[in-house]
């Protein structure tokens, strides 16, 4: 079984900067993993993924914003959010694996909060 664990949400001003982390108890290394978020009314949408070889994809309203890497040695997946604006605020989760299964199984995140506001 494979727990995740997110951080790194919070506060911060339209314009700001966050960084969200999503560490797992098991190796990742070969799995990619994906970011998602979810706003109060709103479906669940991916917004970054990345592949065993780094290779990235995002939603399209978040490119030139948000990064998304990796640290295969930490187990942890990134995701730097930079020139926020309020339309980004959610819940954010990290999943894992992004496509198929571990072992038969995908694996959500708590998720940890992001609330940008003046």
């Known amino acids: 079984q494979v727990q995740l664990v997110e951080s790194g949400g919070g506060l911060v001003q339209p314009g700001g900067s966050l960084r969200l982390s999503c560490t797992a108890s098991?190796?990742?290394?070969?799995?990619?993993m994906g970011w998602y978020r979810q706003a109060p009314g709103e479906q669940r949408e991916l917004v970054a993924a990345?592949?065993?070889?780094?290779?990235?994809s995002y939603k399209e309203s978040v490119k030139g914003r948000f990064t998304i890497s990796r640290d295969n040695n930490r187990n942890t997946a990134y995701l730097q959010m930079n020139s926020l604006k309020p339309e980004d605020t959610a819940v954010y989760y990290c999943?894992?694996?992004?496509?198929?299964?571990?072992?038969?199984?995908?694996?959500w995140g708590r998720g940890t909060q992001v609330t940008v506001s003046s």
């Open positions: 999943k894992f694996p992004n496509s198929g299964t571990y072992a038969g199984t995908v694996y």
């Open positions: 098991g190796s990742f290394g070969v799995y990619d």
């Open positions: 990345i592949t065993s070889r780094a290779g990235t």
